[in-house]
């Protein structure tokens, strides 16, 4: 696996999930591997920006009363997102979400913390303390449900999702805006990475992904966890791949087919395009074949 990696943003992703997710992301943070990665700041709507640098996207909200942070990459990126944020405002940081605890969206909050409070749901901190993280490192405010951040004119609404991607997801919705985070409850570029051992579910995921299309207006626009800016049709044919893979893996798991034989048989030509570096068609039916069969 480490041997197909290189230097983009999206490999550095890879690197830093599969080194994470062994409790390596310490020795990445000090890789410089991170020098040719620059901040690209693209306007959502109104006055919120998605930052693309590596790791998951970085929401903005620019006000007149300071700005809100959504995730903040990695630690090496800091002083780069900050300036990348002072190009949108001069404004100084009042708060920081982290829309779940995944080292390629809290790798700047011992940079950050020191700005702003960090936001996050309670299982960011219980999950960022079991990995020994510093105290600079993990959430000050912390919640269970939800909560409403009220600032200048707009609406930052925080939902917690439980068993979706993992067992600490956050999606930010601007309500004034119009501009939804969904974290990693969406993979704009392809299947989903789902974090089974650390409280993820394939169904969970598919029911967070559901309700958040139901309530969201049409026009809504949509920073993903990671690829492009996007939309809601983007996000239902997302949805409608995860409804058919699940169908699809149960049907055959219910016909007695083995993992080798689902793999096989695969999920068919509509779903190739789905495929990309980190979660390939076998890794995505694998996680699907393992949630599926363990309970
Ligand atoms: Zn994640």
């Given at each position: 696996?480490?041997?197909?990696?290189?230097?983009?943003?999206?490999?550095?992703?890879?690197?830093?999930?599969?080194?994470?997710?062994?409790?390596?992301?310490?020795?990445?943070?000090?890789?410089?591997?991170?020098?040719?990665?620059?901040?690209?700041?693209?306007k959502?709507?109104?006055?919120?920006?998605?930052?693309?640098?590596?790791g998951?996207?970085?929401?903005?909200?620019?006000?007149?009363?300071?700005?809100?942070m959504?995730?903040?990459?990695?630690?090496?990126?800091?002083?780069?997102?900050?300036?990348?944020?002072?190009?949108?405002?001069?404004?100084?940081?009042?708060?920081?979400?982290?829309?779940?605890?995944?080292?390629?969206?809290?790798?700047?909050?011992?940079?950050f913390?020191?700005?702003?409070?960090?936001?996050?749901?309670?299982?960011?901190?219980?999950?960022?303390?079991?990995?020994?993280?510093?105290?600079?490192?993990?959430?000050?405010?912390?919640?269970?449900?939800?909560?409403?951040?009220h600032?200048?004119?707009?609406?930052?609404?925080?939902?917690?999702?439980p068993?979706?991607?993992?067992?600490?997801?956050?999606?930010?919705?601007?309500?004034q805006?119009?501009?939804?985070?969904?974290?990693?409850?969406?993979?704009?570029?392809g299947?989903?990475?789902?974090?089974?051992?650390?409280?993820?579910?394939?169904?969970?995921?598919?029911?967070?992904?559901?309700?958040?299309?139901a309530?969201?207006p049409?026009?809504?626009?949509?920073?993903?966890?990671?690829g492009?800016?996007?939309?809601?049709k983007?996000?239902?044919?997302?949805?409608?791949?995860?409804?058919?893979s699940?169908?699809?893996?149960?049907?055959?798991?219910?016909?007695?087919?083995?993992?080798?034989?689902?793999?096989?048989?695969g999920?068919?030509?509509?779903?190739?395009?789905?495929?990309w570096?980190?979660?390939?068609?076998?890794?995505?039916?694998?996680?699907?074949?393992?949630?599926?069969?363990?309970?």
């Open positions: 696996m480490i041997k197909q990696l290189k230097l983009s943003p999206l490999s550095l992703f890879s690197i830093v999930l599969f080194t994470s997710l062994f409790g390596f992301t310490s020795t990445m943070a000090n890789s410089s591997e991170f020098d040719n990665v620059n901040i690209e700041v693209i959502a709507r109104n006055n919120v920006y998605m930052l693309k640098g590596a998951g996207n970085i929401g903005v909200l620019a006000t007149d009363k300071g700005l809100v959504i995730d903040d990459q990695f630690e090496p990126l800091a002083e780069r997102i900050e300036n990348a944020m002072q190009s949108i405002s001069k404004q100084s940081l009042k708060y920081i979400i982290n829309t779940h605890f995944h080292g390629d969206h809290t790798g700047g909050n011992g940079y913390s020191h700005k702003a409070p960090i936001f996050a749901h309670q299982n960011v901190l219980e999950r960022l303390l079991g990995e020994g993280k510093k105290a600079d490192f993990l959430p000050e405010i912390t919640y269970q449900d939800g909560l409403v951040i600032l200048a004119d707009e609406e930052v609404q925080l939902t917690h999702y068993r979706a991607h993992t067992d600490s997801d956050t999606a930010v919705y601007f309500k805006a119009n501009v939804l985070h969904t974290g990693d409850l969406f993979f704009e570029l299947f989903p990475y789902i974090d089974l051992k650390r409280g993820g579910s394939v169904k969970g995921y598919l029911a967070a992904v559901n309700t958040l299309l309530q969201m049409d026009d809504v626009v949509i920073i993903p966890g990671h492009k800016l996007t939309d809601k983007r996000y239902q044919a997302f949805a409608d791949m995860i409804n058919y699940i169908n699809r893996v149960s049907k055959l798991l219910n016909e007695g087919k083995t993992e080798q034989e689902i793999i096989i048989l999920l068919g030509d509509n779903y190739k395009q789905w495929s570096q980190f979660i390939s068609e076998e890794k995505w039916l694998k996680t699907l074949i393992a949630d599926l069969t363990s309970h």
